[in-house]
């Protein structure tokens, strides 16, 4: 144990969460490409959170080497997030298995019945993400054991629905499984509201992302405290013909780039000089690399700088640890 003393008003509200998760607080790390790997995650199972490593495009080789790193510096539970479009889906959960991990994230789409078999029967408990109350009966159907709900106020790939109307479409009519709230979080005040709504536990990334334990670049970690809310926004498209996955992040050099690209990518297409198919490529290669730029190589003018809206409340850089002690003093004194 942490040595933290959680309220009982507040341990009896997430107390569906801390038993399914196996941990102190019922707060969850984000599974963010770049940042989620072995120090995080293990500084925020150790700080009596719950990390979750970033899979991503990782080969199995990789991951494997992931999770074994990330257990020589905790002994407590952590999940890995794997995303349900890999080519070696199944092969992921097989490593995930052999290694004993206590939780599984399926992210990216509905997951195919025999990757929730797979993760079932290898011991795992199965946490999925659900975008709207029929997903989220069809993903409990199907063998979900909790839930995730993200608002669109979230950094990264986001849907387009706000937390706020998730949260009151889904809490609600899902109480056979624990839900944890996640998108636009950055204090305890607010974590505290979703659990009386319902809510087994938050999920948290930007707050982490900026984190003293975070491999991020310290370019990277500034451009958060320097960084507003209205700072963090959708991509945007340009044009219906070419669709651009909606993704939330800082507005830099890079972001008006991809505006002109596209523009100019289109023009190419109208005048003859690029297909259908090879424009829709043209755009979508721009980002490219560029989440990597910025996490690791500082680039935060041309890289992505993915950010929540909570961006505006990350004003320091603070270890894992303080991070959760104020989120849980700021719960405590709102329920109190």
Same mark, same amino acid.
């Given at each position: ?32 490409? !770049? ?11 150790? $700080? ?26 905790? +002994? ?14 199944? +092969? ?5 298995? $052999? ?11 509905? /997951? /195919? ?31 979900? #054991?909790?839930?995730?709900? #993200? ?8 849907? /387009? ?58 370019? *990277? ?5 320097? $960084? ?13 013909? *070419?669709?651009?996955? /909606? ?19 289109? +023009? ?15 755009? #979508?290669?721009? !980002? ?10 500082? +680039? ?37």
């Amino acid at each position: 144990m942490t040595g933290r003393r959680v309220p009982p008003a507040l341990a009896a509200l997430w107390a569906r969460g801390t038993e399914f998760l196996g941990s102190e607080t019922a707060l969850l790390g984000g599974a963010m490409s !770049w940042v989620s790997e072995r120090h995080l995650v293990a500084a925020i199972s150790n $700080a009596g959170g719950f990390g979750v490593i970033a899979c991503g495009a990782m080969s199995p080789e990789l991951l494997e080497a992931e999770i074994a790193a990330t257990q020589a510096l905790t +002994d407590r539970n952590f999940g890995v997030n794997l995303i349900t479009m890999h080519p070696r889906l199944m +092969d992921l959960i097989g490593v995930c298995h $052999a290694a004993r991990v206590s939780h599984v994230v399926l992210a990216g789409g509905v /997951p /195919p019945g025999p990757a929730v078999k797979a993760v079932r029967d290898g011991g795992a408990r199965l946490i999925a993400f659900a975008p709207a109350l029929v997903m989220a009966k069809r993903l409990v159907r199907l063998g979900a #054991e909790a839930l995730v709900i #993200e608002g669109s106020e979230a950094g990264g790939h986001i849907g /387009p629905v706000s937390l706020t109307v998730l949260a009151q479409e889904i809490l609600p009519h899902m109480q056979d499984v624990p839900v944890f709230v996640a998108g636009g979080l950055g204090r305890g005040e607010a974590v505290a509201a979703y659990l009386r709504l319902g809510a087994a536990g938050a999920q948290l990334g930007t707050r982490f992302a900026a984190a003293r334990e975070s491999i991020a670049h310290p370019r *990277f970690k500034h451009a958060f405290i320097r $960084a507003n809310a209205r700072d963090a926004m959708p991509s945007v498209q340009i044009d219906e013909r *070419f669709p651009v996955i /909606p993704v939330r992040g800082l507005v830099n050099q890079g972001t008006q780039r991809f505006i002109a690209h596209q523009i100019a990518t289109r +023009d190419r297409f109208l005048s003859g000089e690029l297909t259908k198919e090879a424009a829709q490529l043209e755009i #979508e290669h721009f !980002w490219a690399g560029a989440l990597r730029r910025a996490v690791i190589d500082g +680039d935060v003018e041309e890289g992505s700088v993915m950010a929540g809206q909570s961006v505006g409340m990350v004003t320091a850089e603070q270890s894992v640890a303080e991070i959760i002690d104020e989120l849980v003093a700021q719960a405590a004194r709102a329920l109190a």
